[in-house]
């Protein structure tokens, strides 16, 4: 079993800059693929970006050139730099690990970019 616990989401103004973290327990995290999902009202849940055990990772078309992933095994923790951050990046953002067929979610947190 994983936990996973999000943080640093909030009220930001139109270009501002966020920085979410996800912090793990339970388990050993670097085992783990990670990522980070995004679910706006009356939309779906949607993929933002990705990072591998190996620190490859996969950034959405929508978040590219703004959107930063990366990750501290020693900490247990993935993080999701946001800058230069849009009306339609409000969202809850979810973290997500899995590898093979476990994965777990976290509660999310709420971000909402607005002047």
């Known amino acids: 079993q994983v936990q996973l616990v999000e943080s640093g989401g909030g009220l930001v103004q139109p270009g501002g800059s966020l920085r979410l973290s996800c912090a793990a327990s339970g388990s050993i995290f670097s085992i783990y693929t990670a990522g980070w999902y995004r679910q706006a009202p009356g939309k779906q849940r949607e993929l933002v970006a990705t990072?591998?055990?190996?620190?490859?990772?996969n950034i959405a078309d929508s978040v590219k050139g703004r959107f930063t992933i990366s990750r501290d095994n020693a900490k247990n923790t993935v993080y999701l730099q946001m800058n230069s951050l849009k009306p339609e990046d409000t969202a809850v953002y979810y973290c997500?690990?899995?590898?093979?067929?476990?994965?777990?979610w976290g509660r999310g947190t709420q971000v909402t970019v607005s002047s």
């Open positions: 990072i591998t055990t190996t620190n490859s990772t």
């Open positions: 997500k690990v899995y590898r093979a067929i476990r994965e777990y």
